[in-house]
């Protein structure tokens, strides 16, 4: 096997690094780095492009047993590679904002207070609350047909989110909630229950201010 101080010197990842800086690399060549040396009948560099095939092929669903499926990669190796990954994600995600109130829901949809068509968002949440993403869902009058659960759920189960928080803005300026807006709520509430993600509130924005689910108790 190859180890990255037995390659030519301009096929040298760690090298590359110390001169140019980590941004120069490419991903195989990030991954060399990490690996250290190859395994038998198969050098570092060839080990890790077809890591990186499979990271690009199902990133999310990458996982120990699928790592240990790449020929001669170890249970070392394979556990090295996804501790480094779950690393980035977690200083990644810490980097993101995080949503304790509905004041922060506010600040983060301001702009959306003004506007002159209603619109309907979304916020998914991990389970520290830090923002995953925001989303918008529907434009346009509210109603209980419109704003079905499948689109308001659906990006919410693929960003695997602990949680949600809903919001529209109400063109008018008013801070009451309408019928329709309790009767989207409740029917959004059972349907968190039954797909995992806790609905935590529904916010609505007007140039006023805003009006929140969780605050007058209604979640």
């Known amino acids: ?10 096929d040298k990842p760690r090298e590359k690094l110390v001169a140019k ?7 195989d060549e990030l991954l ?10 198969k050098d570092v560099r060839k080990l890790a492009k077809e890591i990186v095939v499979m990271m690009d ?10 790592l240990c499926e790449v020929h001669g990669l170890g249970l070392a190796k394979a556990s090295q590679i996804l501790a480094s990954l779950e690393l980035s994600k977690r200083y990644l995600i810490k980097s993101n904002k995080r949503i304790t109130s509905a004041q922060d829901v506010y600040d983060e949809l301001k702009s959306f207070s003004t506007k002159h068509q209603e619109y309907f968002l979304t916020i998914t949440l991990d389970g520290a609350s830090h923002i995953i993403n925001i989303r918008t869902v529907f434009i346009g009058t509210l109603n209980q047909s419109l704003v079905h659960p499948r689109e308001v759920f659906a990006d919410a189960i693929a960003d695997r989110a602990a949680g949600i928080i809903i919001a529209h803005n ?6 009451e909630a309408s019928r329709a807006d309790i009767q989207i709520t409740q029917r959004l509430k059972e349907v968190s229950k039954l797909v995992g993600i806790e ?9 006023h201010g805003f009006y929140s689910f969780s605050d ?4």
């Open 1 to 10: 096997m190859t180890a990255l101080r037995d390659l030519h010197k301009n």
């Open 216 to 219: 007058e108790g209604l979640l």
């Open 21 to 27: 800086g980590v941004q120069a690399l490419k991903n």
């Open 32 to 41: 060399a780095v990490l690996l250290g040396s190859g395994v038998q009948g």
């Open 57 to 66: 092929d199902d990133f999310e669903n990458l996982s120990l047993n699928k």
């Open 199 to 207: 609905l935590l509130d529904h916010v609505i924005l007007s140039k």
């Open 170 to 175: 109400h063109p008018s300026g008013t801070l």
